[in-house]
Nanobody, 120 residues
Framework: VQLVESGGGMVQPGGSLRLSCAASGFTFSSYDMSWVRQAPGKGPEWVSAINTGGGSTYYADSVKGRFTISRDNAKNTLYLQMNSLKPEDTALYYC??????????????WGQGTQVTVSS
């Protein structure tokens, strides 16, 4: 299993970024997926999840209305569109695989992460 995130960077408050996660080594379309973030000195925070077909999405209250999760099963890729970014969104963002029949805050594989920094 390999998950490789990209698309992070530094952006001013109010800006946007689109994260991508390329998945390989497993049947991507068979697994629900999550985005998780970890800010310096804090534990992992679940951000968003999407079901296998992409028709159901879930968000933490802190990002609801600003972030959009999506997936392209033909490309084995997970996305996170982040708009109206705030300094408190600064973190290392990971995509994570949710084990079959598990809750969205349970993950068995995750990538190395991509850094998002929101600062003026």
């Amino acid at each position: 299993v390999q998950l490789v995130e990209s698309g992070g960077g530094m952006v001013q408050p109010g800006g946007s970024l689109r994260l991508s996660c390329a998945a390989s080594g497993f049947t991507f379309s068979s697994y629900d997926m999550s985005w998780v973030r970890q800010a310096p000195g804090k534990g992992p925070e679940w951000v968003s999840a999407i079901n296998t077909g992409g028709g159901s999405t879930y968000y933490a209250d802190s990002v609801k209305g600003r972030f959009t999760i999506s997936r392209d099963n033909a490309k084995n890729t997970l996305y996170l569109q982040m708009n109206s970014l705030k300094p408190e969104d600064t973190a290392l963002y990971y995509c994570a695989r949710i084990p079959i029949n598990s809750d969205y805050d349970v993950w068995d594989y995750w990538g190395q992460g991509t850094q998002v920094t929101v600062s003026s």
